[in-house]
């Protein structure tokens, strides 16, 4: 079976993906890991890269694309988190993990030792990114409407493991 996890940044989706991953005994894809593979080999930290190269490079996007579709077409029963793969990946069990914008803000600035400043710079990271797929993407709808997913989670106030549970309970109904 091939998974595709949608979010929002800061949804809490990195610890219910790896978590799911190891409980399923799948295989796990991230167009943040490829990315951050990317970065890697330029010598660049994930945010130099997204400022030199994402925000600059007009095939940057296709490149990625072709990407997930490549591990796609070679691959099976894997979960692939991403922004986009729901669509590179038809074939998938779609799901959304939503979170409240208040609360993804609130983890943010957890996670970043209250740095007041990495709110404002997500929020701005969050509107180019929909302007850019706008102008990439004109007949892909972003962020992507719920009824584009087989199961949509609101993960607000959800532990992982109930999240995890309620994506296990789904995925058995369908088997």
């Known amino acids: ?17 790896k978590a799911l991953a190891k409980e399923l005994s ?12 990317w970065a890697e080999e330029m010598w660049l ?4 890269f997204e400022d030199k190269i ?9 490149k990625l694309d072709t990407k997930v579709v490549k591990f796609w077409e070679n691959n099976d029963n894997f979960i ?9 990946i038809p074939d998938s069990f779609k ?9 993804r803000y609130n983890r943010i600035q957890k ?3 209250i740095n007041p400043e990495i709110v404002e710079k997500n929020k701005k990271r969050e509107s180019e990114l929909v302007e850019r797929y706008k102008i990439v993407y004109p007949d892909i709808n972003f962020p992507p409407k719920d009824d584009v997913f087989e199961l949509v989670i609101d993960v607000t106030d959800k532990l992982p493991e109930k999240i995890i549970e309620l994506i296990i309970e ?6």
């Open 1 to 17: 079976m091939k998974i595709t996890i949608f979010w929002l940044a800061w949804s809490g989706t990195s610890t219910v993906w």
């Open 26 to 37: 799948y295989d796990f894809k991230s167009t943040w890991n490829i990315m951050r593979e």
């Open 45 to 48: 930290s994930l945010y130099e």
């Open 54 to 62: 994402i925000k600059t490079d007009k095939s940057f996007d296709n």
């Open 80 to 88: 692939f988190e991403s922004r986009l793969a729901w669509n590179f």
């Open 95 to 103: 799901i959304y993990l939503k979170c409240d914008e208040d609360e």
């Open 111 to 113: 996670r970043e030792w």
């Open 170 to 175: 789904k995925l058995n109904m369908i088997k």
